[in-house]
């Protein structure tokens, strides 16, 4: 077995930025993707997401057969979110070693998925089929990633479980349902050294929004009977998240839009979510007297595995992982299970995710590699 196989894959993943919000360099990835996979014999399709600004969208999905009666899928994402290089002590895009640690953009989220995966279903002597599921758009809600193919080609997707390496090496069987929102707030501009020929949105908008955070009170009432992976307790989440008004200093801003982030505990459904929100928007509304509307802009929907799946007890005992863990966050695991495929959540993250200076921890991505190993032999 190659020791190092791993590093110089993960080296080789972590050299191409596929910044999510710019959809750069899925092409060149999905060709890496495509070409791994057909190395250790597998027959791979890639198919493209036809997306409204024009760019590519591929997503590969490799099967390596043996016969066997069943069919899982390790799935991993290869966008990564964008790069600040300010704060980054070394190339976000050369996989840099220090220690026990692997530095660079997506080290972590997700191309750790993607090696892990490759690793396992290379080393391995598997029981069943395997499928590698590596999608793009993850970080911007899958719309075009593993959310299409599973809506567009679920024939294609012939797995009965799914393993989503997104996460760090705890099991997690749900994730939160995740709301995105546009609140406006309206006023009347005008000129700033008459301002009380205007109606200012911003100064309206302060005791709003003040008391419309208390809807947050309203929804931690409702909560997951399992822990999340920091071990607190997933509850109903409500933030405002960004603020934005005015046109110049010397005019009486007439408009103030504001974003929210709504977060339902797995296993709830998010419309009941946002109906509450929209009904608590509406009185809160009435009794400010002001101009102000709201519209959901996203939905990513919750999910929960049931606690007998086959693949729940197969993981447990590969990775001798007894607690269950939900996520804060959402992720891709919903999609699998709209798609009635169970599956759990599996990984070598960690909290360095989304930060400058992201990196992976060696002694976990191959305690990972091994774990896979034990799951595709347990067949």
Request: aromatic share 8%; net charge neutral.
């Amino acid at each position: 077995m190659d020791v190092d196989l791993d590093l110089r894959l993960l080296g080789e993943l972590v050299g191409i930025d596929t910044d999510a919000s710019k959809s750069s360099n899925y092409d060149e990835m999905a060709s890496l993707l495509k070409e791994k996979i057909e190395n250790i014999g597998g027959k791979v399709d890639v198919i493209y997401a036809k997306a409204p600004d024009g760019k590519s969208r591929p997503n590969v999905i490799g099967r390596l057969d043996f016969g066997a009666e069943k069919t899982i899928a390790l799935n991993a994402h290869y966008d990564v979110v964008p790069v600040d290089r300010t704060d980054w002590k070394r190339d976000p895009f050369k996989l840099t070693r220090v220690g026990n640690r692997m530095y660079g953009r997506g080290a972590s989220d997700d191309k750790s998925g993607i090696a892990v995966s490759l690793f396992a279903a290379e080393n391995a002597k598997p029981t069943a089929n395997v499928e590698l599921v590596f999608t793009c758009d993850e970080e911007i809600g899958s719309k075009y990633g593993l959310a299409w193919v599973l809506e567009k080609h679920r024939k294609m997707i012939r797995a009965d479980y799914a393993v989503v390496l997104d996460v760090e090496d705890c099991i997690v069987t749900g994730s939160s349902g995740v709301s995105g929102g546009t609140i406006v707030i309206k006023g009347v501009e005008h000129h700033a050294g008459m301002p009380f020929l205007g109606v200012n949105a911003v100064e309206k908008s302060l005791r709003f929004l003040l008391k419309l955070k208390k809807f947050d009170d309203v929804v931690s009432k409702y909560k997951c009977k399992y822990p999340g992976e920091m071990d607190g307790q997933v509850k109903g989440r409500f933030n405002i998240t960004m603020i934005n008004g005015g046109v110049a200093p010397n005019l009486i801003p007439g408009k103030v839009e504001i974003k929210f982030d709504l977060r339902s505990p797995p296993g709830t459904k998010v419309r009941d979510f946002q109906i509450m929100l929209i009904n608590y928007f509406e009185k809160l509304k009435k009794e400010e007297k002001i101009d102000a509307s709201i519209k959901m802009d996203s939905t990513h929907e919750s999910y929960i595995t049931d606690m007998d799946s086959d693949i729940l007890k197969r993981i447990r005992k590969s990775v001798k992982e007894k607690k269950i863990h939900v996520s804060f966050g959402g992720f891709d695991g919903t999609f699998f299970s709209q798609a009635n495929i169970p599956s759990v959540a599996y990984g070598a993250q960690n909290f360095s995710i989304h930060q400058a200076n992201e990196y992976v921890e060696i002694n976990k991505l191959r305690k990972v590699e091994k774990e896979m190993i034990n799951l595709l032999e347990s067949f």
